[in-house]
């Protein structure tokens, strides 16, 4: 939890990035096929995966879970340790 004074440059930090919002029509079922292929039972994990196969970048999650579950299958899957 941050206060609302820590927060403000946080956000205007973000909203300078540049951020690309992507939108495939067969997102959905690439997702459903990499959570069926890599028995993943969360639904955004399986997006996230998805849009950077779809893209062709690493993903980087801080989730070991689902750093250990996938890695052996997907490694550009990178876990990001402190």
């Known amino acids: 939890m941050i206060t609302f004074e820590e927060a403000v440059p946080v956000f205007r930090t973000i909203r300078r990035l540049a951020i690309r919002f992507v939108n ?12 069926l292929r890599l028995n993943q039972p969360r639904a ?36 990001v340790t402190p």
């Open 24 to 35: 495939y029509p067969d997102l959905q079922e690439q997702a459903w096929d990499i959570a």
């Open 44 to 79: 955004y994990d399986a997006q996230y995966l998805a849009v950077a196969e779809r893209e062709g970048c690493e993903f980087w999650t801080t989730d070991s879970r689902l750093y250990n579950s996938v890695h052996g299958t997907l490694p550009w899957v990178q876990l």
